[in-house]
């Protein structure tokens, strides 16, 4: 179970840039969507970036001894591997998707005593996000 911010913040770069990975790999394999693909896996790393700037600039050791709220499980924030055909690659990739914004809410919700500005990073991710998805599902519309 992660109880400290630091342990959430951990868990969320590597989220960040699992998916990062996923996005890189998958700009390679369909190069007629490599420019969309290379654009949200550089997103991933400055959605990682942003988090951790915000712990960053609001962390002192005060707050570092505080605990979540709620204590977040890990398992609860897997991603799976993308199939090898875009149609299956996109499905995954939204669902990875969903499963960031699902730990951005979590995050946002029980960290709000914790550091300022978190929650409301965590939020905007959020919202980040789902216009992601968007882009996704605008490509899925395509096939």
């Known amino acids: 179970m992660l109880r400290t911010t630091s342990q959430v913040l951990s868990l969320h770069s590597n989220l960040e840039e699992t998916q990062s990975s996923q996005y890189i790999e998958l700009a390679r394999r369909f190069k007629v969507h490599e420019e969309t693909f290379s654009g ?3 997103e991933n ?5 942003m988090a ?3 712990y960053r600039e609001g962390v002192t050791d005060a707050f570092e001894v505080g605990f979540l709220a709620e204590p977040l499980s890990p398992d609860d924030y897997g991603l799976n591997e993308t199939p090898g055909d875009l149609s299956g690659a996109l499905k995954t ?5 969903e499963t960031a ?4 809410l979590d995050v946002a919700s029980s960290s709000s005593e914790l550091i300022p500005d978190l929650p409301e990073t965590f939020e905007r991710l959020v919202k ?9 599902e605008e490509i899925m519309e395509r096939l």
């Open 40 to 42: 949200l896996a550089k």
């Open 45 to 49: 790393l400055r959605h990682r970036d």
């Open 52 to 54: 951790l700037r915000a």
């Open 93 to 97: 990739a939204i669902n990875n998707e």
């Open 101 to 104: 914004i699902r730990l951005c």
């Open 128 to 136: 980040r996000k789902k216009r992601r998805i968007n882009r996704l």
